[in-house]
C-alpha cells in the first residue's frame, strides 16, 4: 500500500510556473512508478506524466512535453512535477498516482487544484 498526499497547488498567470509535490508513506515507494494526472471541470481525468521506479524513464501526454518535468527523490519518497509556461488549459485538480510505468494508476493522492490566469 502506499499513501500519497499532494502540495503546491495555487493560482498562477499565464506564462508561470508551479512546482507539485506529492509525498509517499510506505516502505516500497522506489518500488512503483509514479505519476500525474488531471482533471479540468467537465472534463474526464486525462493521464500528464509519468516516471519509471528508478526515474530513468519518464512519459509525457503530448500538450505537456517540453513544458512539465517529472522527477523523482527515492530517499524522501517525493516525486515532483515541474510546470512551466502554464496555460489557462492546464487548469485543473492534478493528481498524485503510483502504479506500473507507463500508466501507473493503482493508487490515487487526494488531489491539488492548479489555476491559470489569463
Known amino acids: 500500500q502506499v499513501q500519497l498526499v499532494e502540495s503546491g497547488g495555487g493560482l498562477v498567470q499565464a506564462g508561470g510556473s508551479l512546482r507539485l509535490s506529492c509525498a509517499a508513506s510506505?516502505?516500497?515507494?522506489?518500488?512503483?512508478?509514479m505519476g500525474w494526472f488531471r482533471q479540468a471541470p467537465g472534463k474526464e481525468r486525462e493521464f500528464v506524466a509519468a516516471?519509471?521506479?528508478?526515474?530513468?524513464?519518464?512519459y509525457y501526454k503530448d500538450s505537456v512535453k517540453g513544458r512539465f518535468t517529472i522527477s523523482r527523490d527515492n530517499v524522501k519518497n517525493t516525486v515532483y512535477l515541474q510546470m512551466n509556461s502554464l496555460k489557462p488549459e492546464d487548469t485543473a485538480v492534478y493528481y498524485c498516482?503510483?502504479?506500473?510505468?507507463?500508466?501507473?494508476?493503482?493508487?490515487w493522492g487526494q488531489g491539488t487544484q492548479v489555476t491559470v490566469s489569463s
Open positions: 498516482t503510483a502504479g506500473v510505468y507507463p500508466r501507473p494508476d493503482d493508487y
Open positions: 516516471i519509471s521506479w528508478g526515474g530513468g524513464m519518464t
Open positions: 510506505g516502505r516500497t515507494f522506489s518500488r512503483y512508478a
